[in-house]
């Protein structure tokens, strides 16, 4: 690497990173909040152990480490059909009513039903999102429709036009792949369901989170 030659071993020396230092964060009802679980996923072969945290929290520690410097690895769900990686987006579009903002139900519901889910998975423009609480994520991950299929590199934050949150993410599909170098940007509402876990630098933590957890 760089003109020179490394064992795994020497090489994963050389970064001068202290393993300790980094913990691993999920979110399920299934299990005791503020608790360290055994997260029940096909990839935890090893059976590895995370910190459980309310989907509030965890949405809360991700934006700590990402406006304090630091970054987040995410492991999470890409087979909703509102992730497009050549259109560099993850969203979480929605046709309930009740889930848009009063500006938006004209807007949307005198649409055709057709004309609407078109629309919603064009990409041109924000659409109104599915909010996401602790209840839904259960269920999706008891329906096996959020699963641990892939891993990506959080590296930034920055809000749409309408204030959503979205997350600059690095995948590893190469940077041909899209129009924005093999980055896309992951909706709020999108990570809020989808994401399995997070790993992150335990100062990336919030003091009073952090002391629910006994870090």
């Not at 519901?109 to 990409?123: G, N």
Request: glycine share 6%; proline share 5%.
């Amino acid at each position: 690497y760089e003109g020179k030659e490394y064992t795994p071993q020497s090489f994963a020396a050389s970064l001068d990173l202290n393993l300790n230092d980094y913990v691993e964060l999920t979110s399920f009802q299934m299990y005791p909040f503020y608790e360290e679980v055994e997260l029940t996923i096909p990839d935890n072969w090893m059976h590895a152990r995370y910190y459980n945290l309310p989907i509030d929290e965890l949405m809360e520690v991700m934006n700590n480490a990402l406006k304090n410097g630091y970054s987040v690895c995410w492991d999470g769900d890409v087979s909703h059909n509102g992730f497009s990686h050549p259109n560099g987006l993850a969203i979480l579009p929605t046709n309930n009513p009740e889930e848009m903002i009063n500006a938006e139900i004209d807007k949307w519901t005198t649409l055709s039903a057709k004309d609407r889910e078109r629309k919603m998975q064009s990409f041109e423009s924000p659409v109104p999102e599915m909010k996401v609480d602790d209840n839904k994520r259960q269920f999706t991950f008891n329906n096996r429709q959020t699963t641990d299929d892939h891993l990506m590199h959080i590296t930034g934050m920055l809000k749409d036009q309408n204030g959503t949150i979205y997350y600059k993410t690095k995948n590893s599909w190469g940077e041909d792949r899209n129009s924005f170098g093999g980055y896309l940007y992951m909706s709020e509402p999108f990570c809020r369901l989808q994401t399995v876990a997070i790993m992150v630098h335990k100062d990336a933590i919030p003091k009073a989170i952090r002391k629910k957890l006994g870090l």
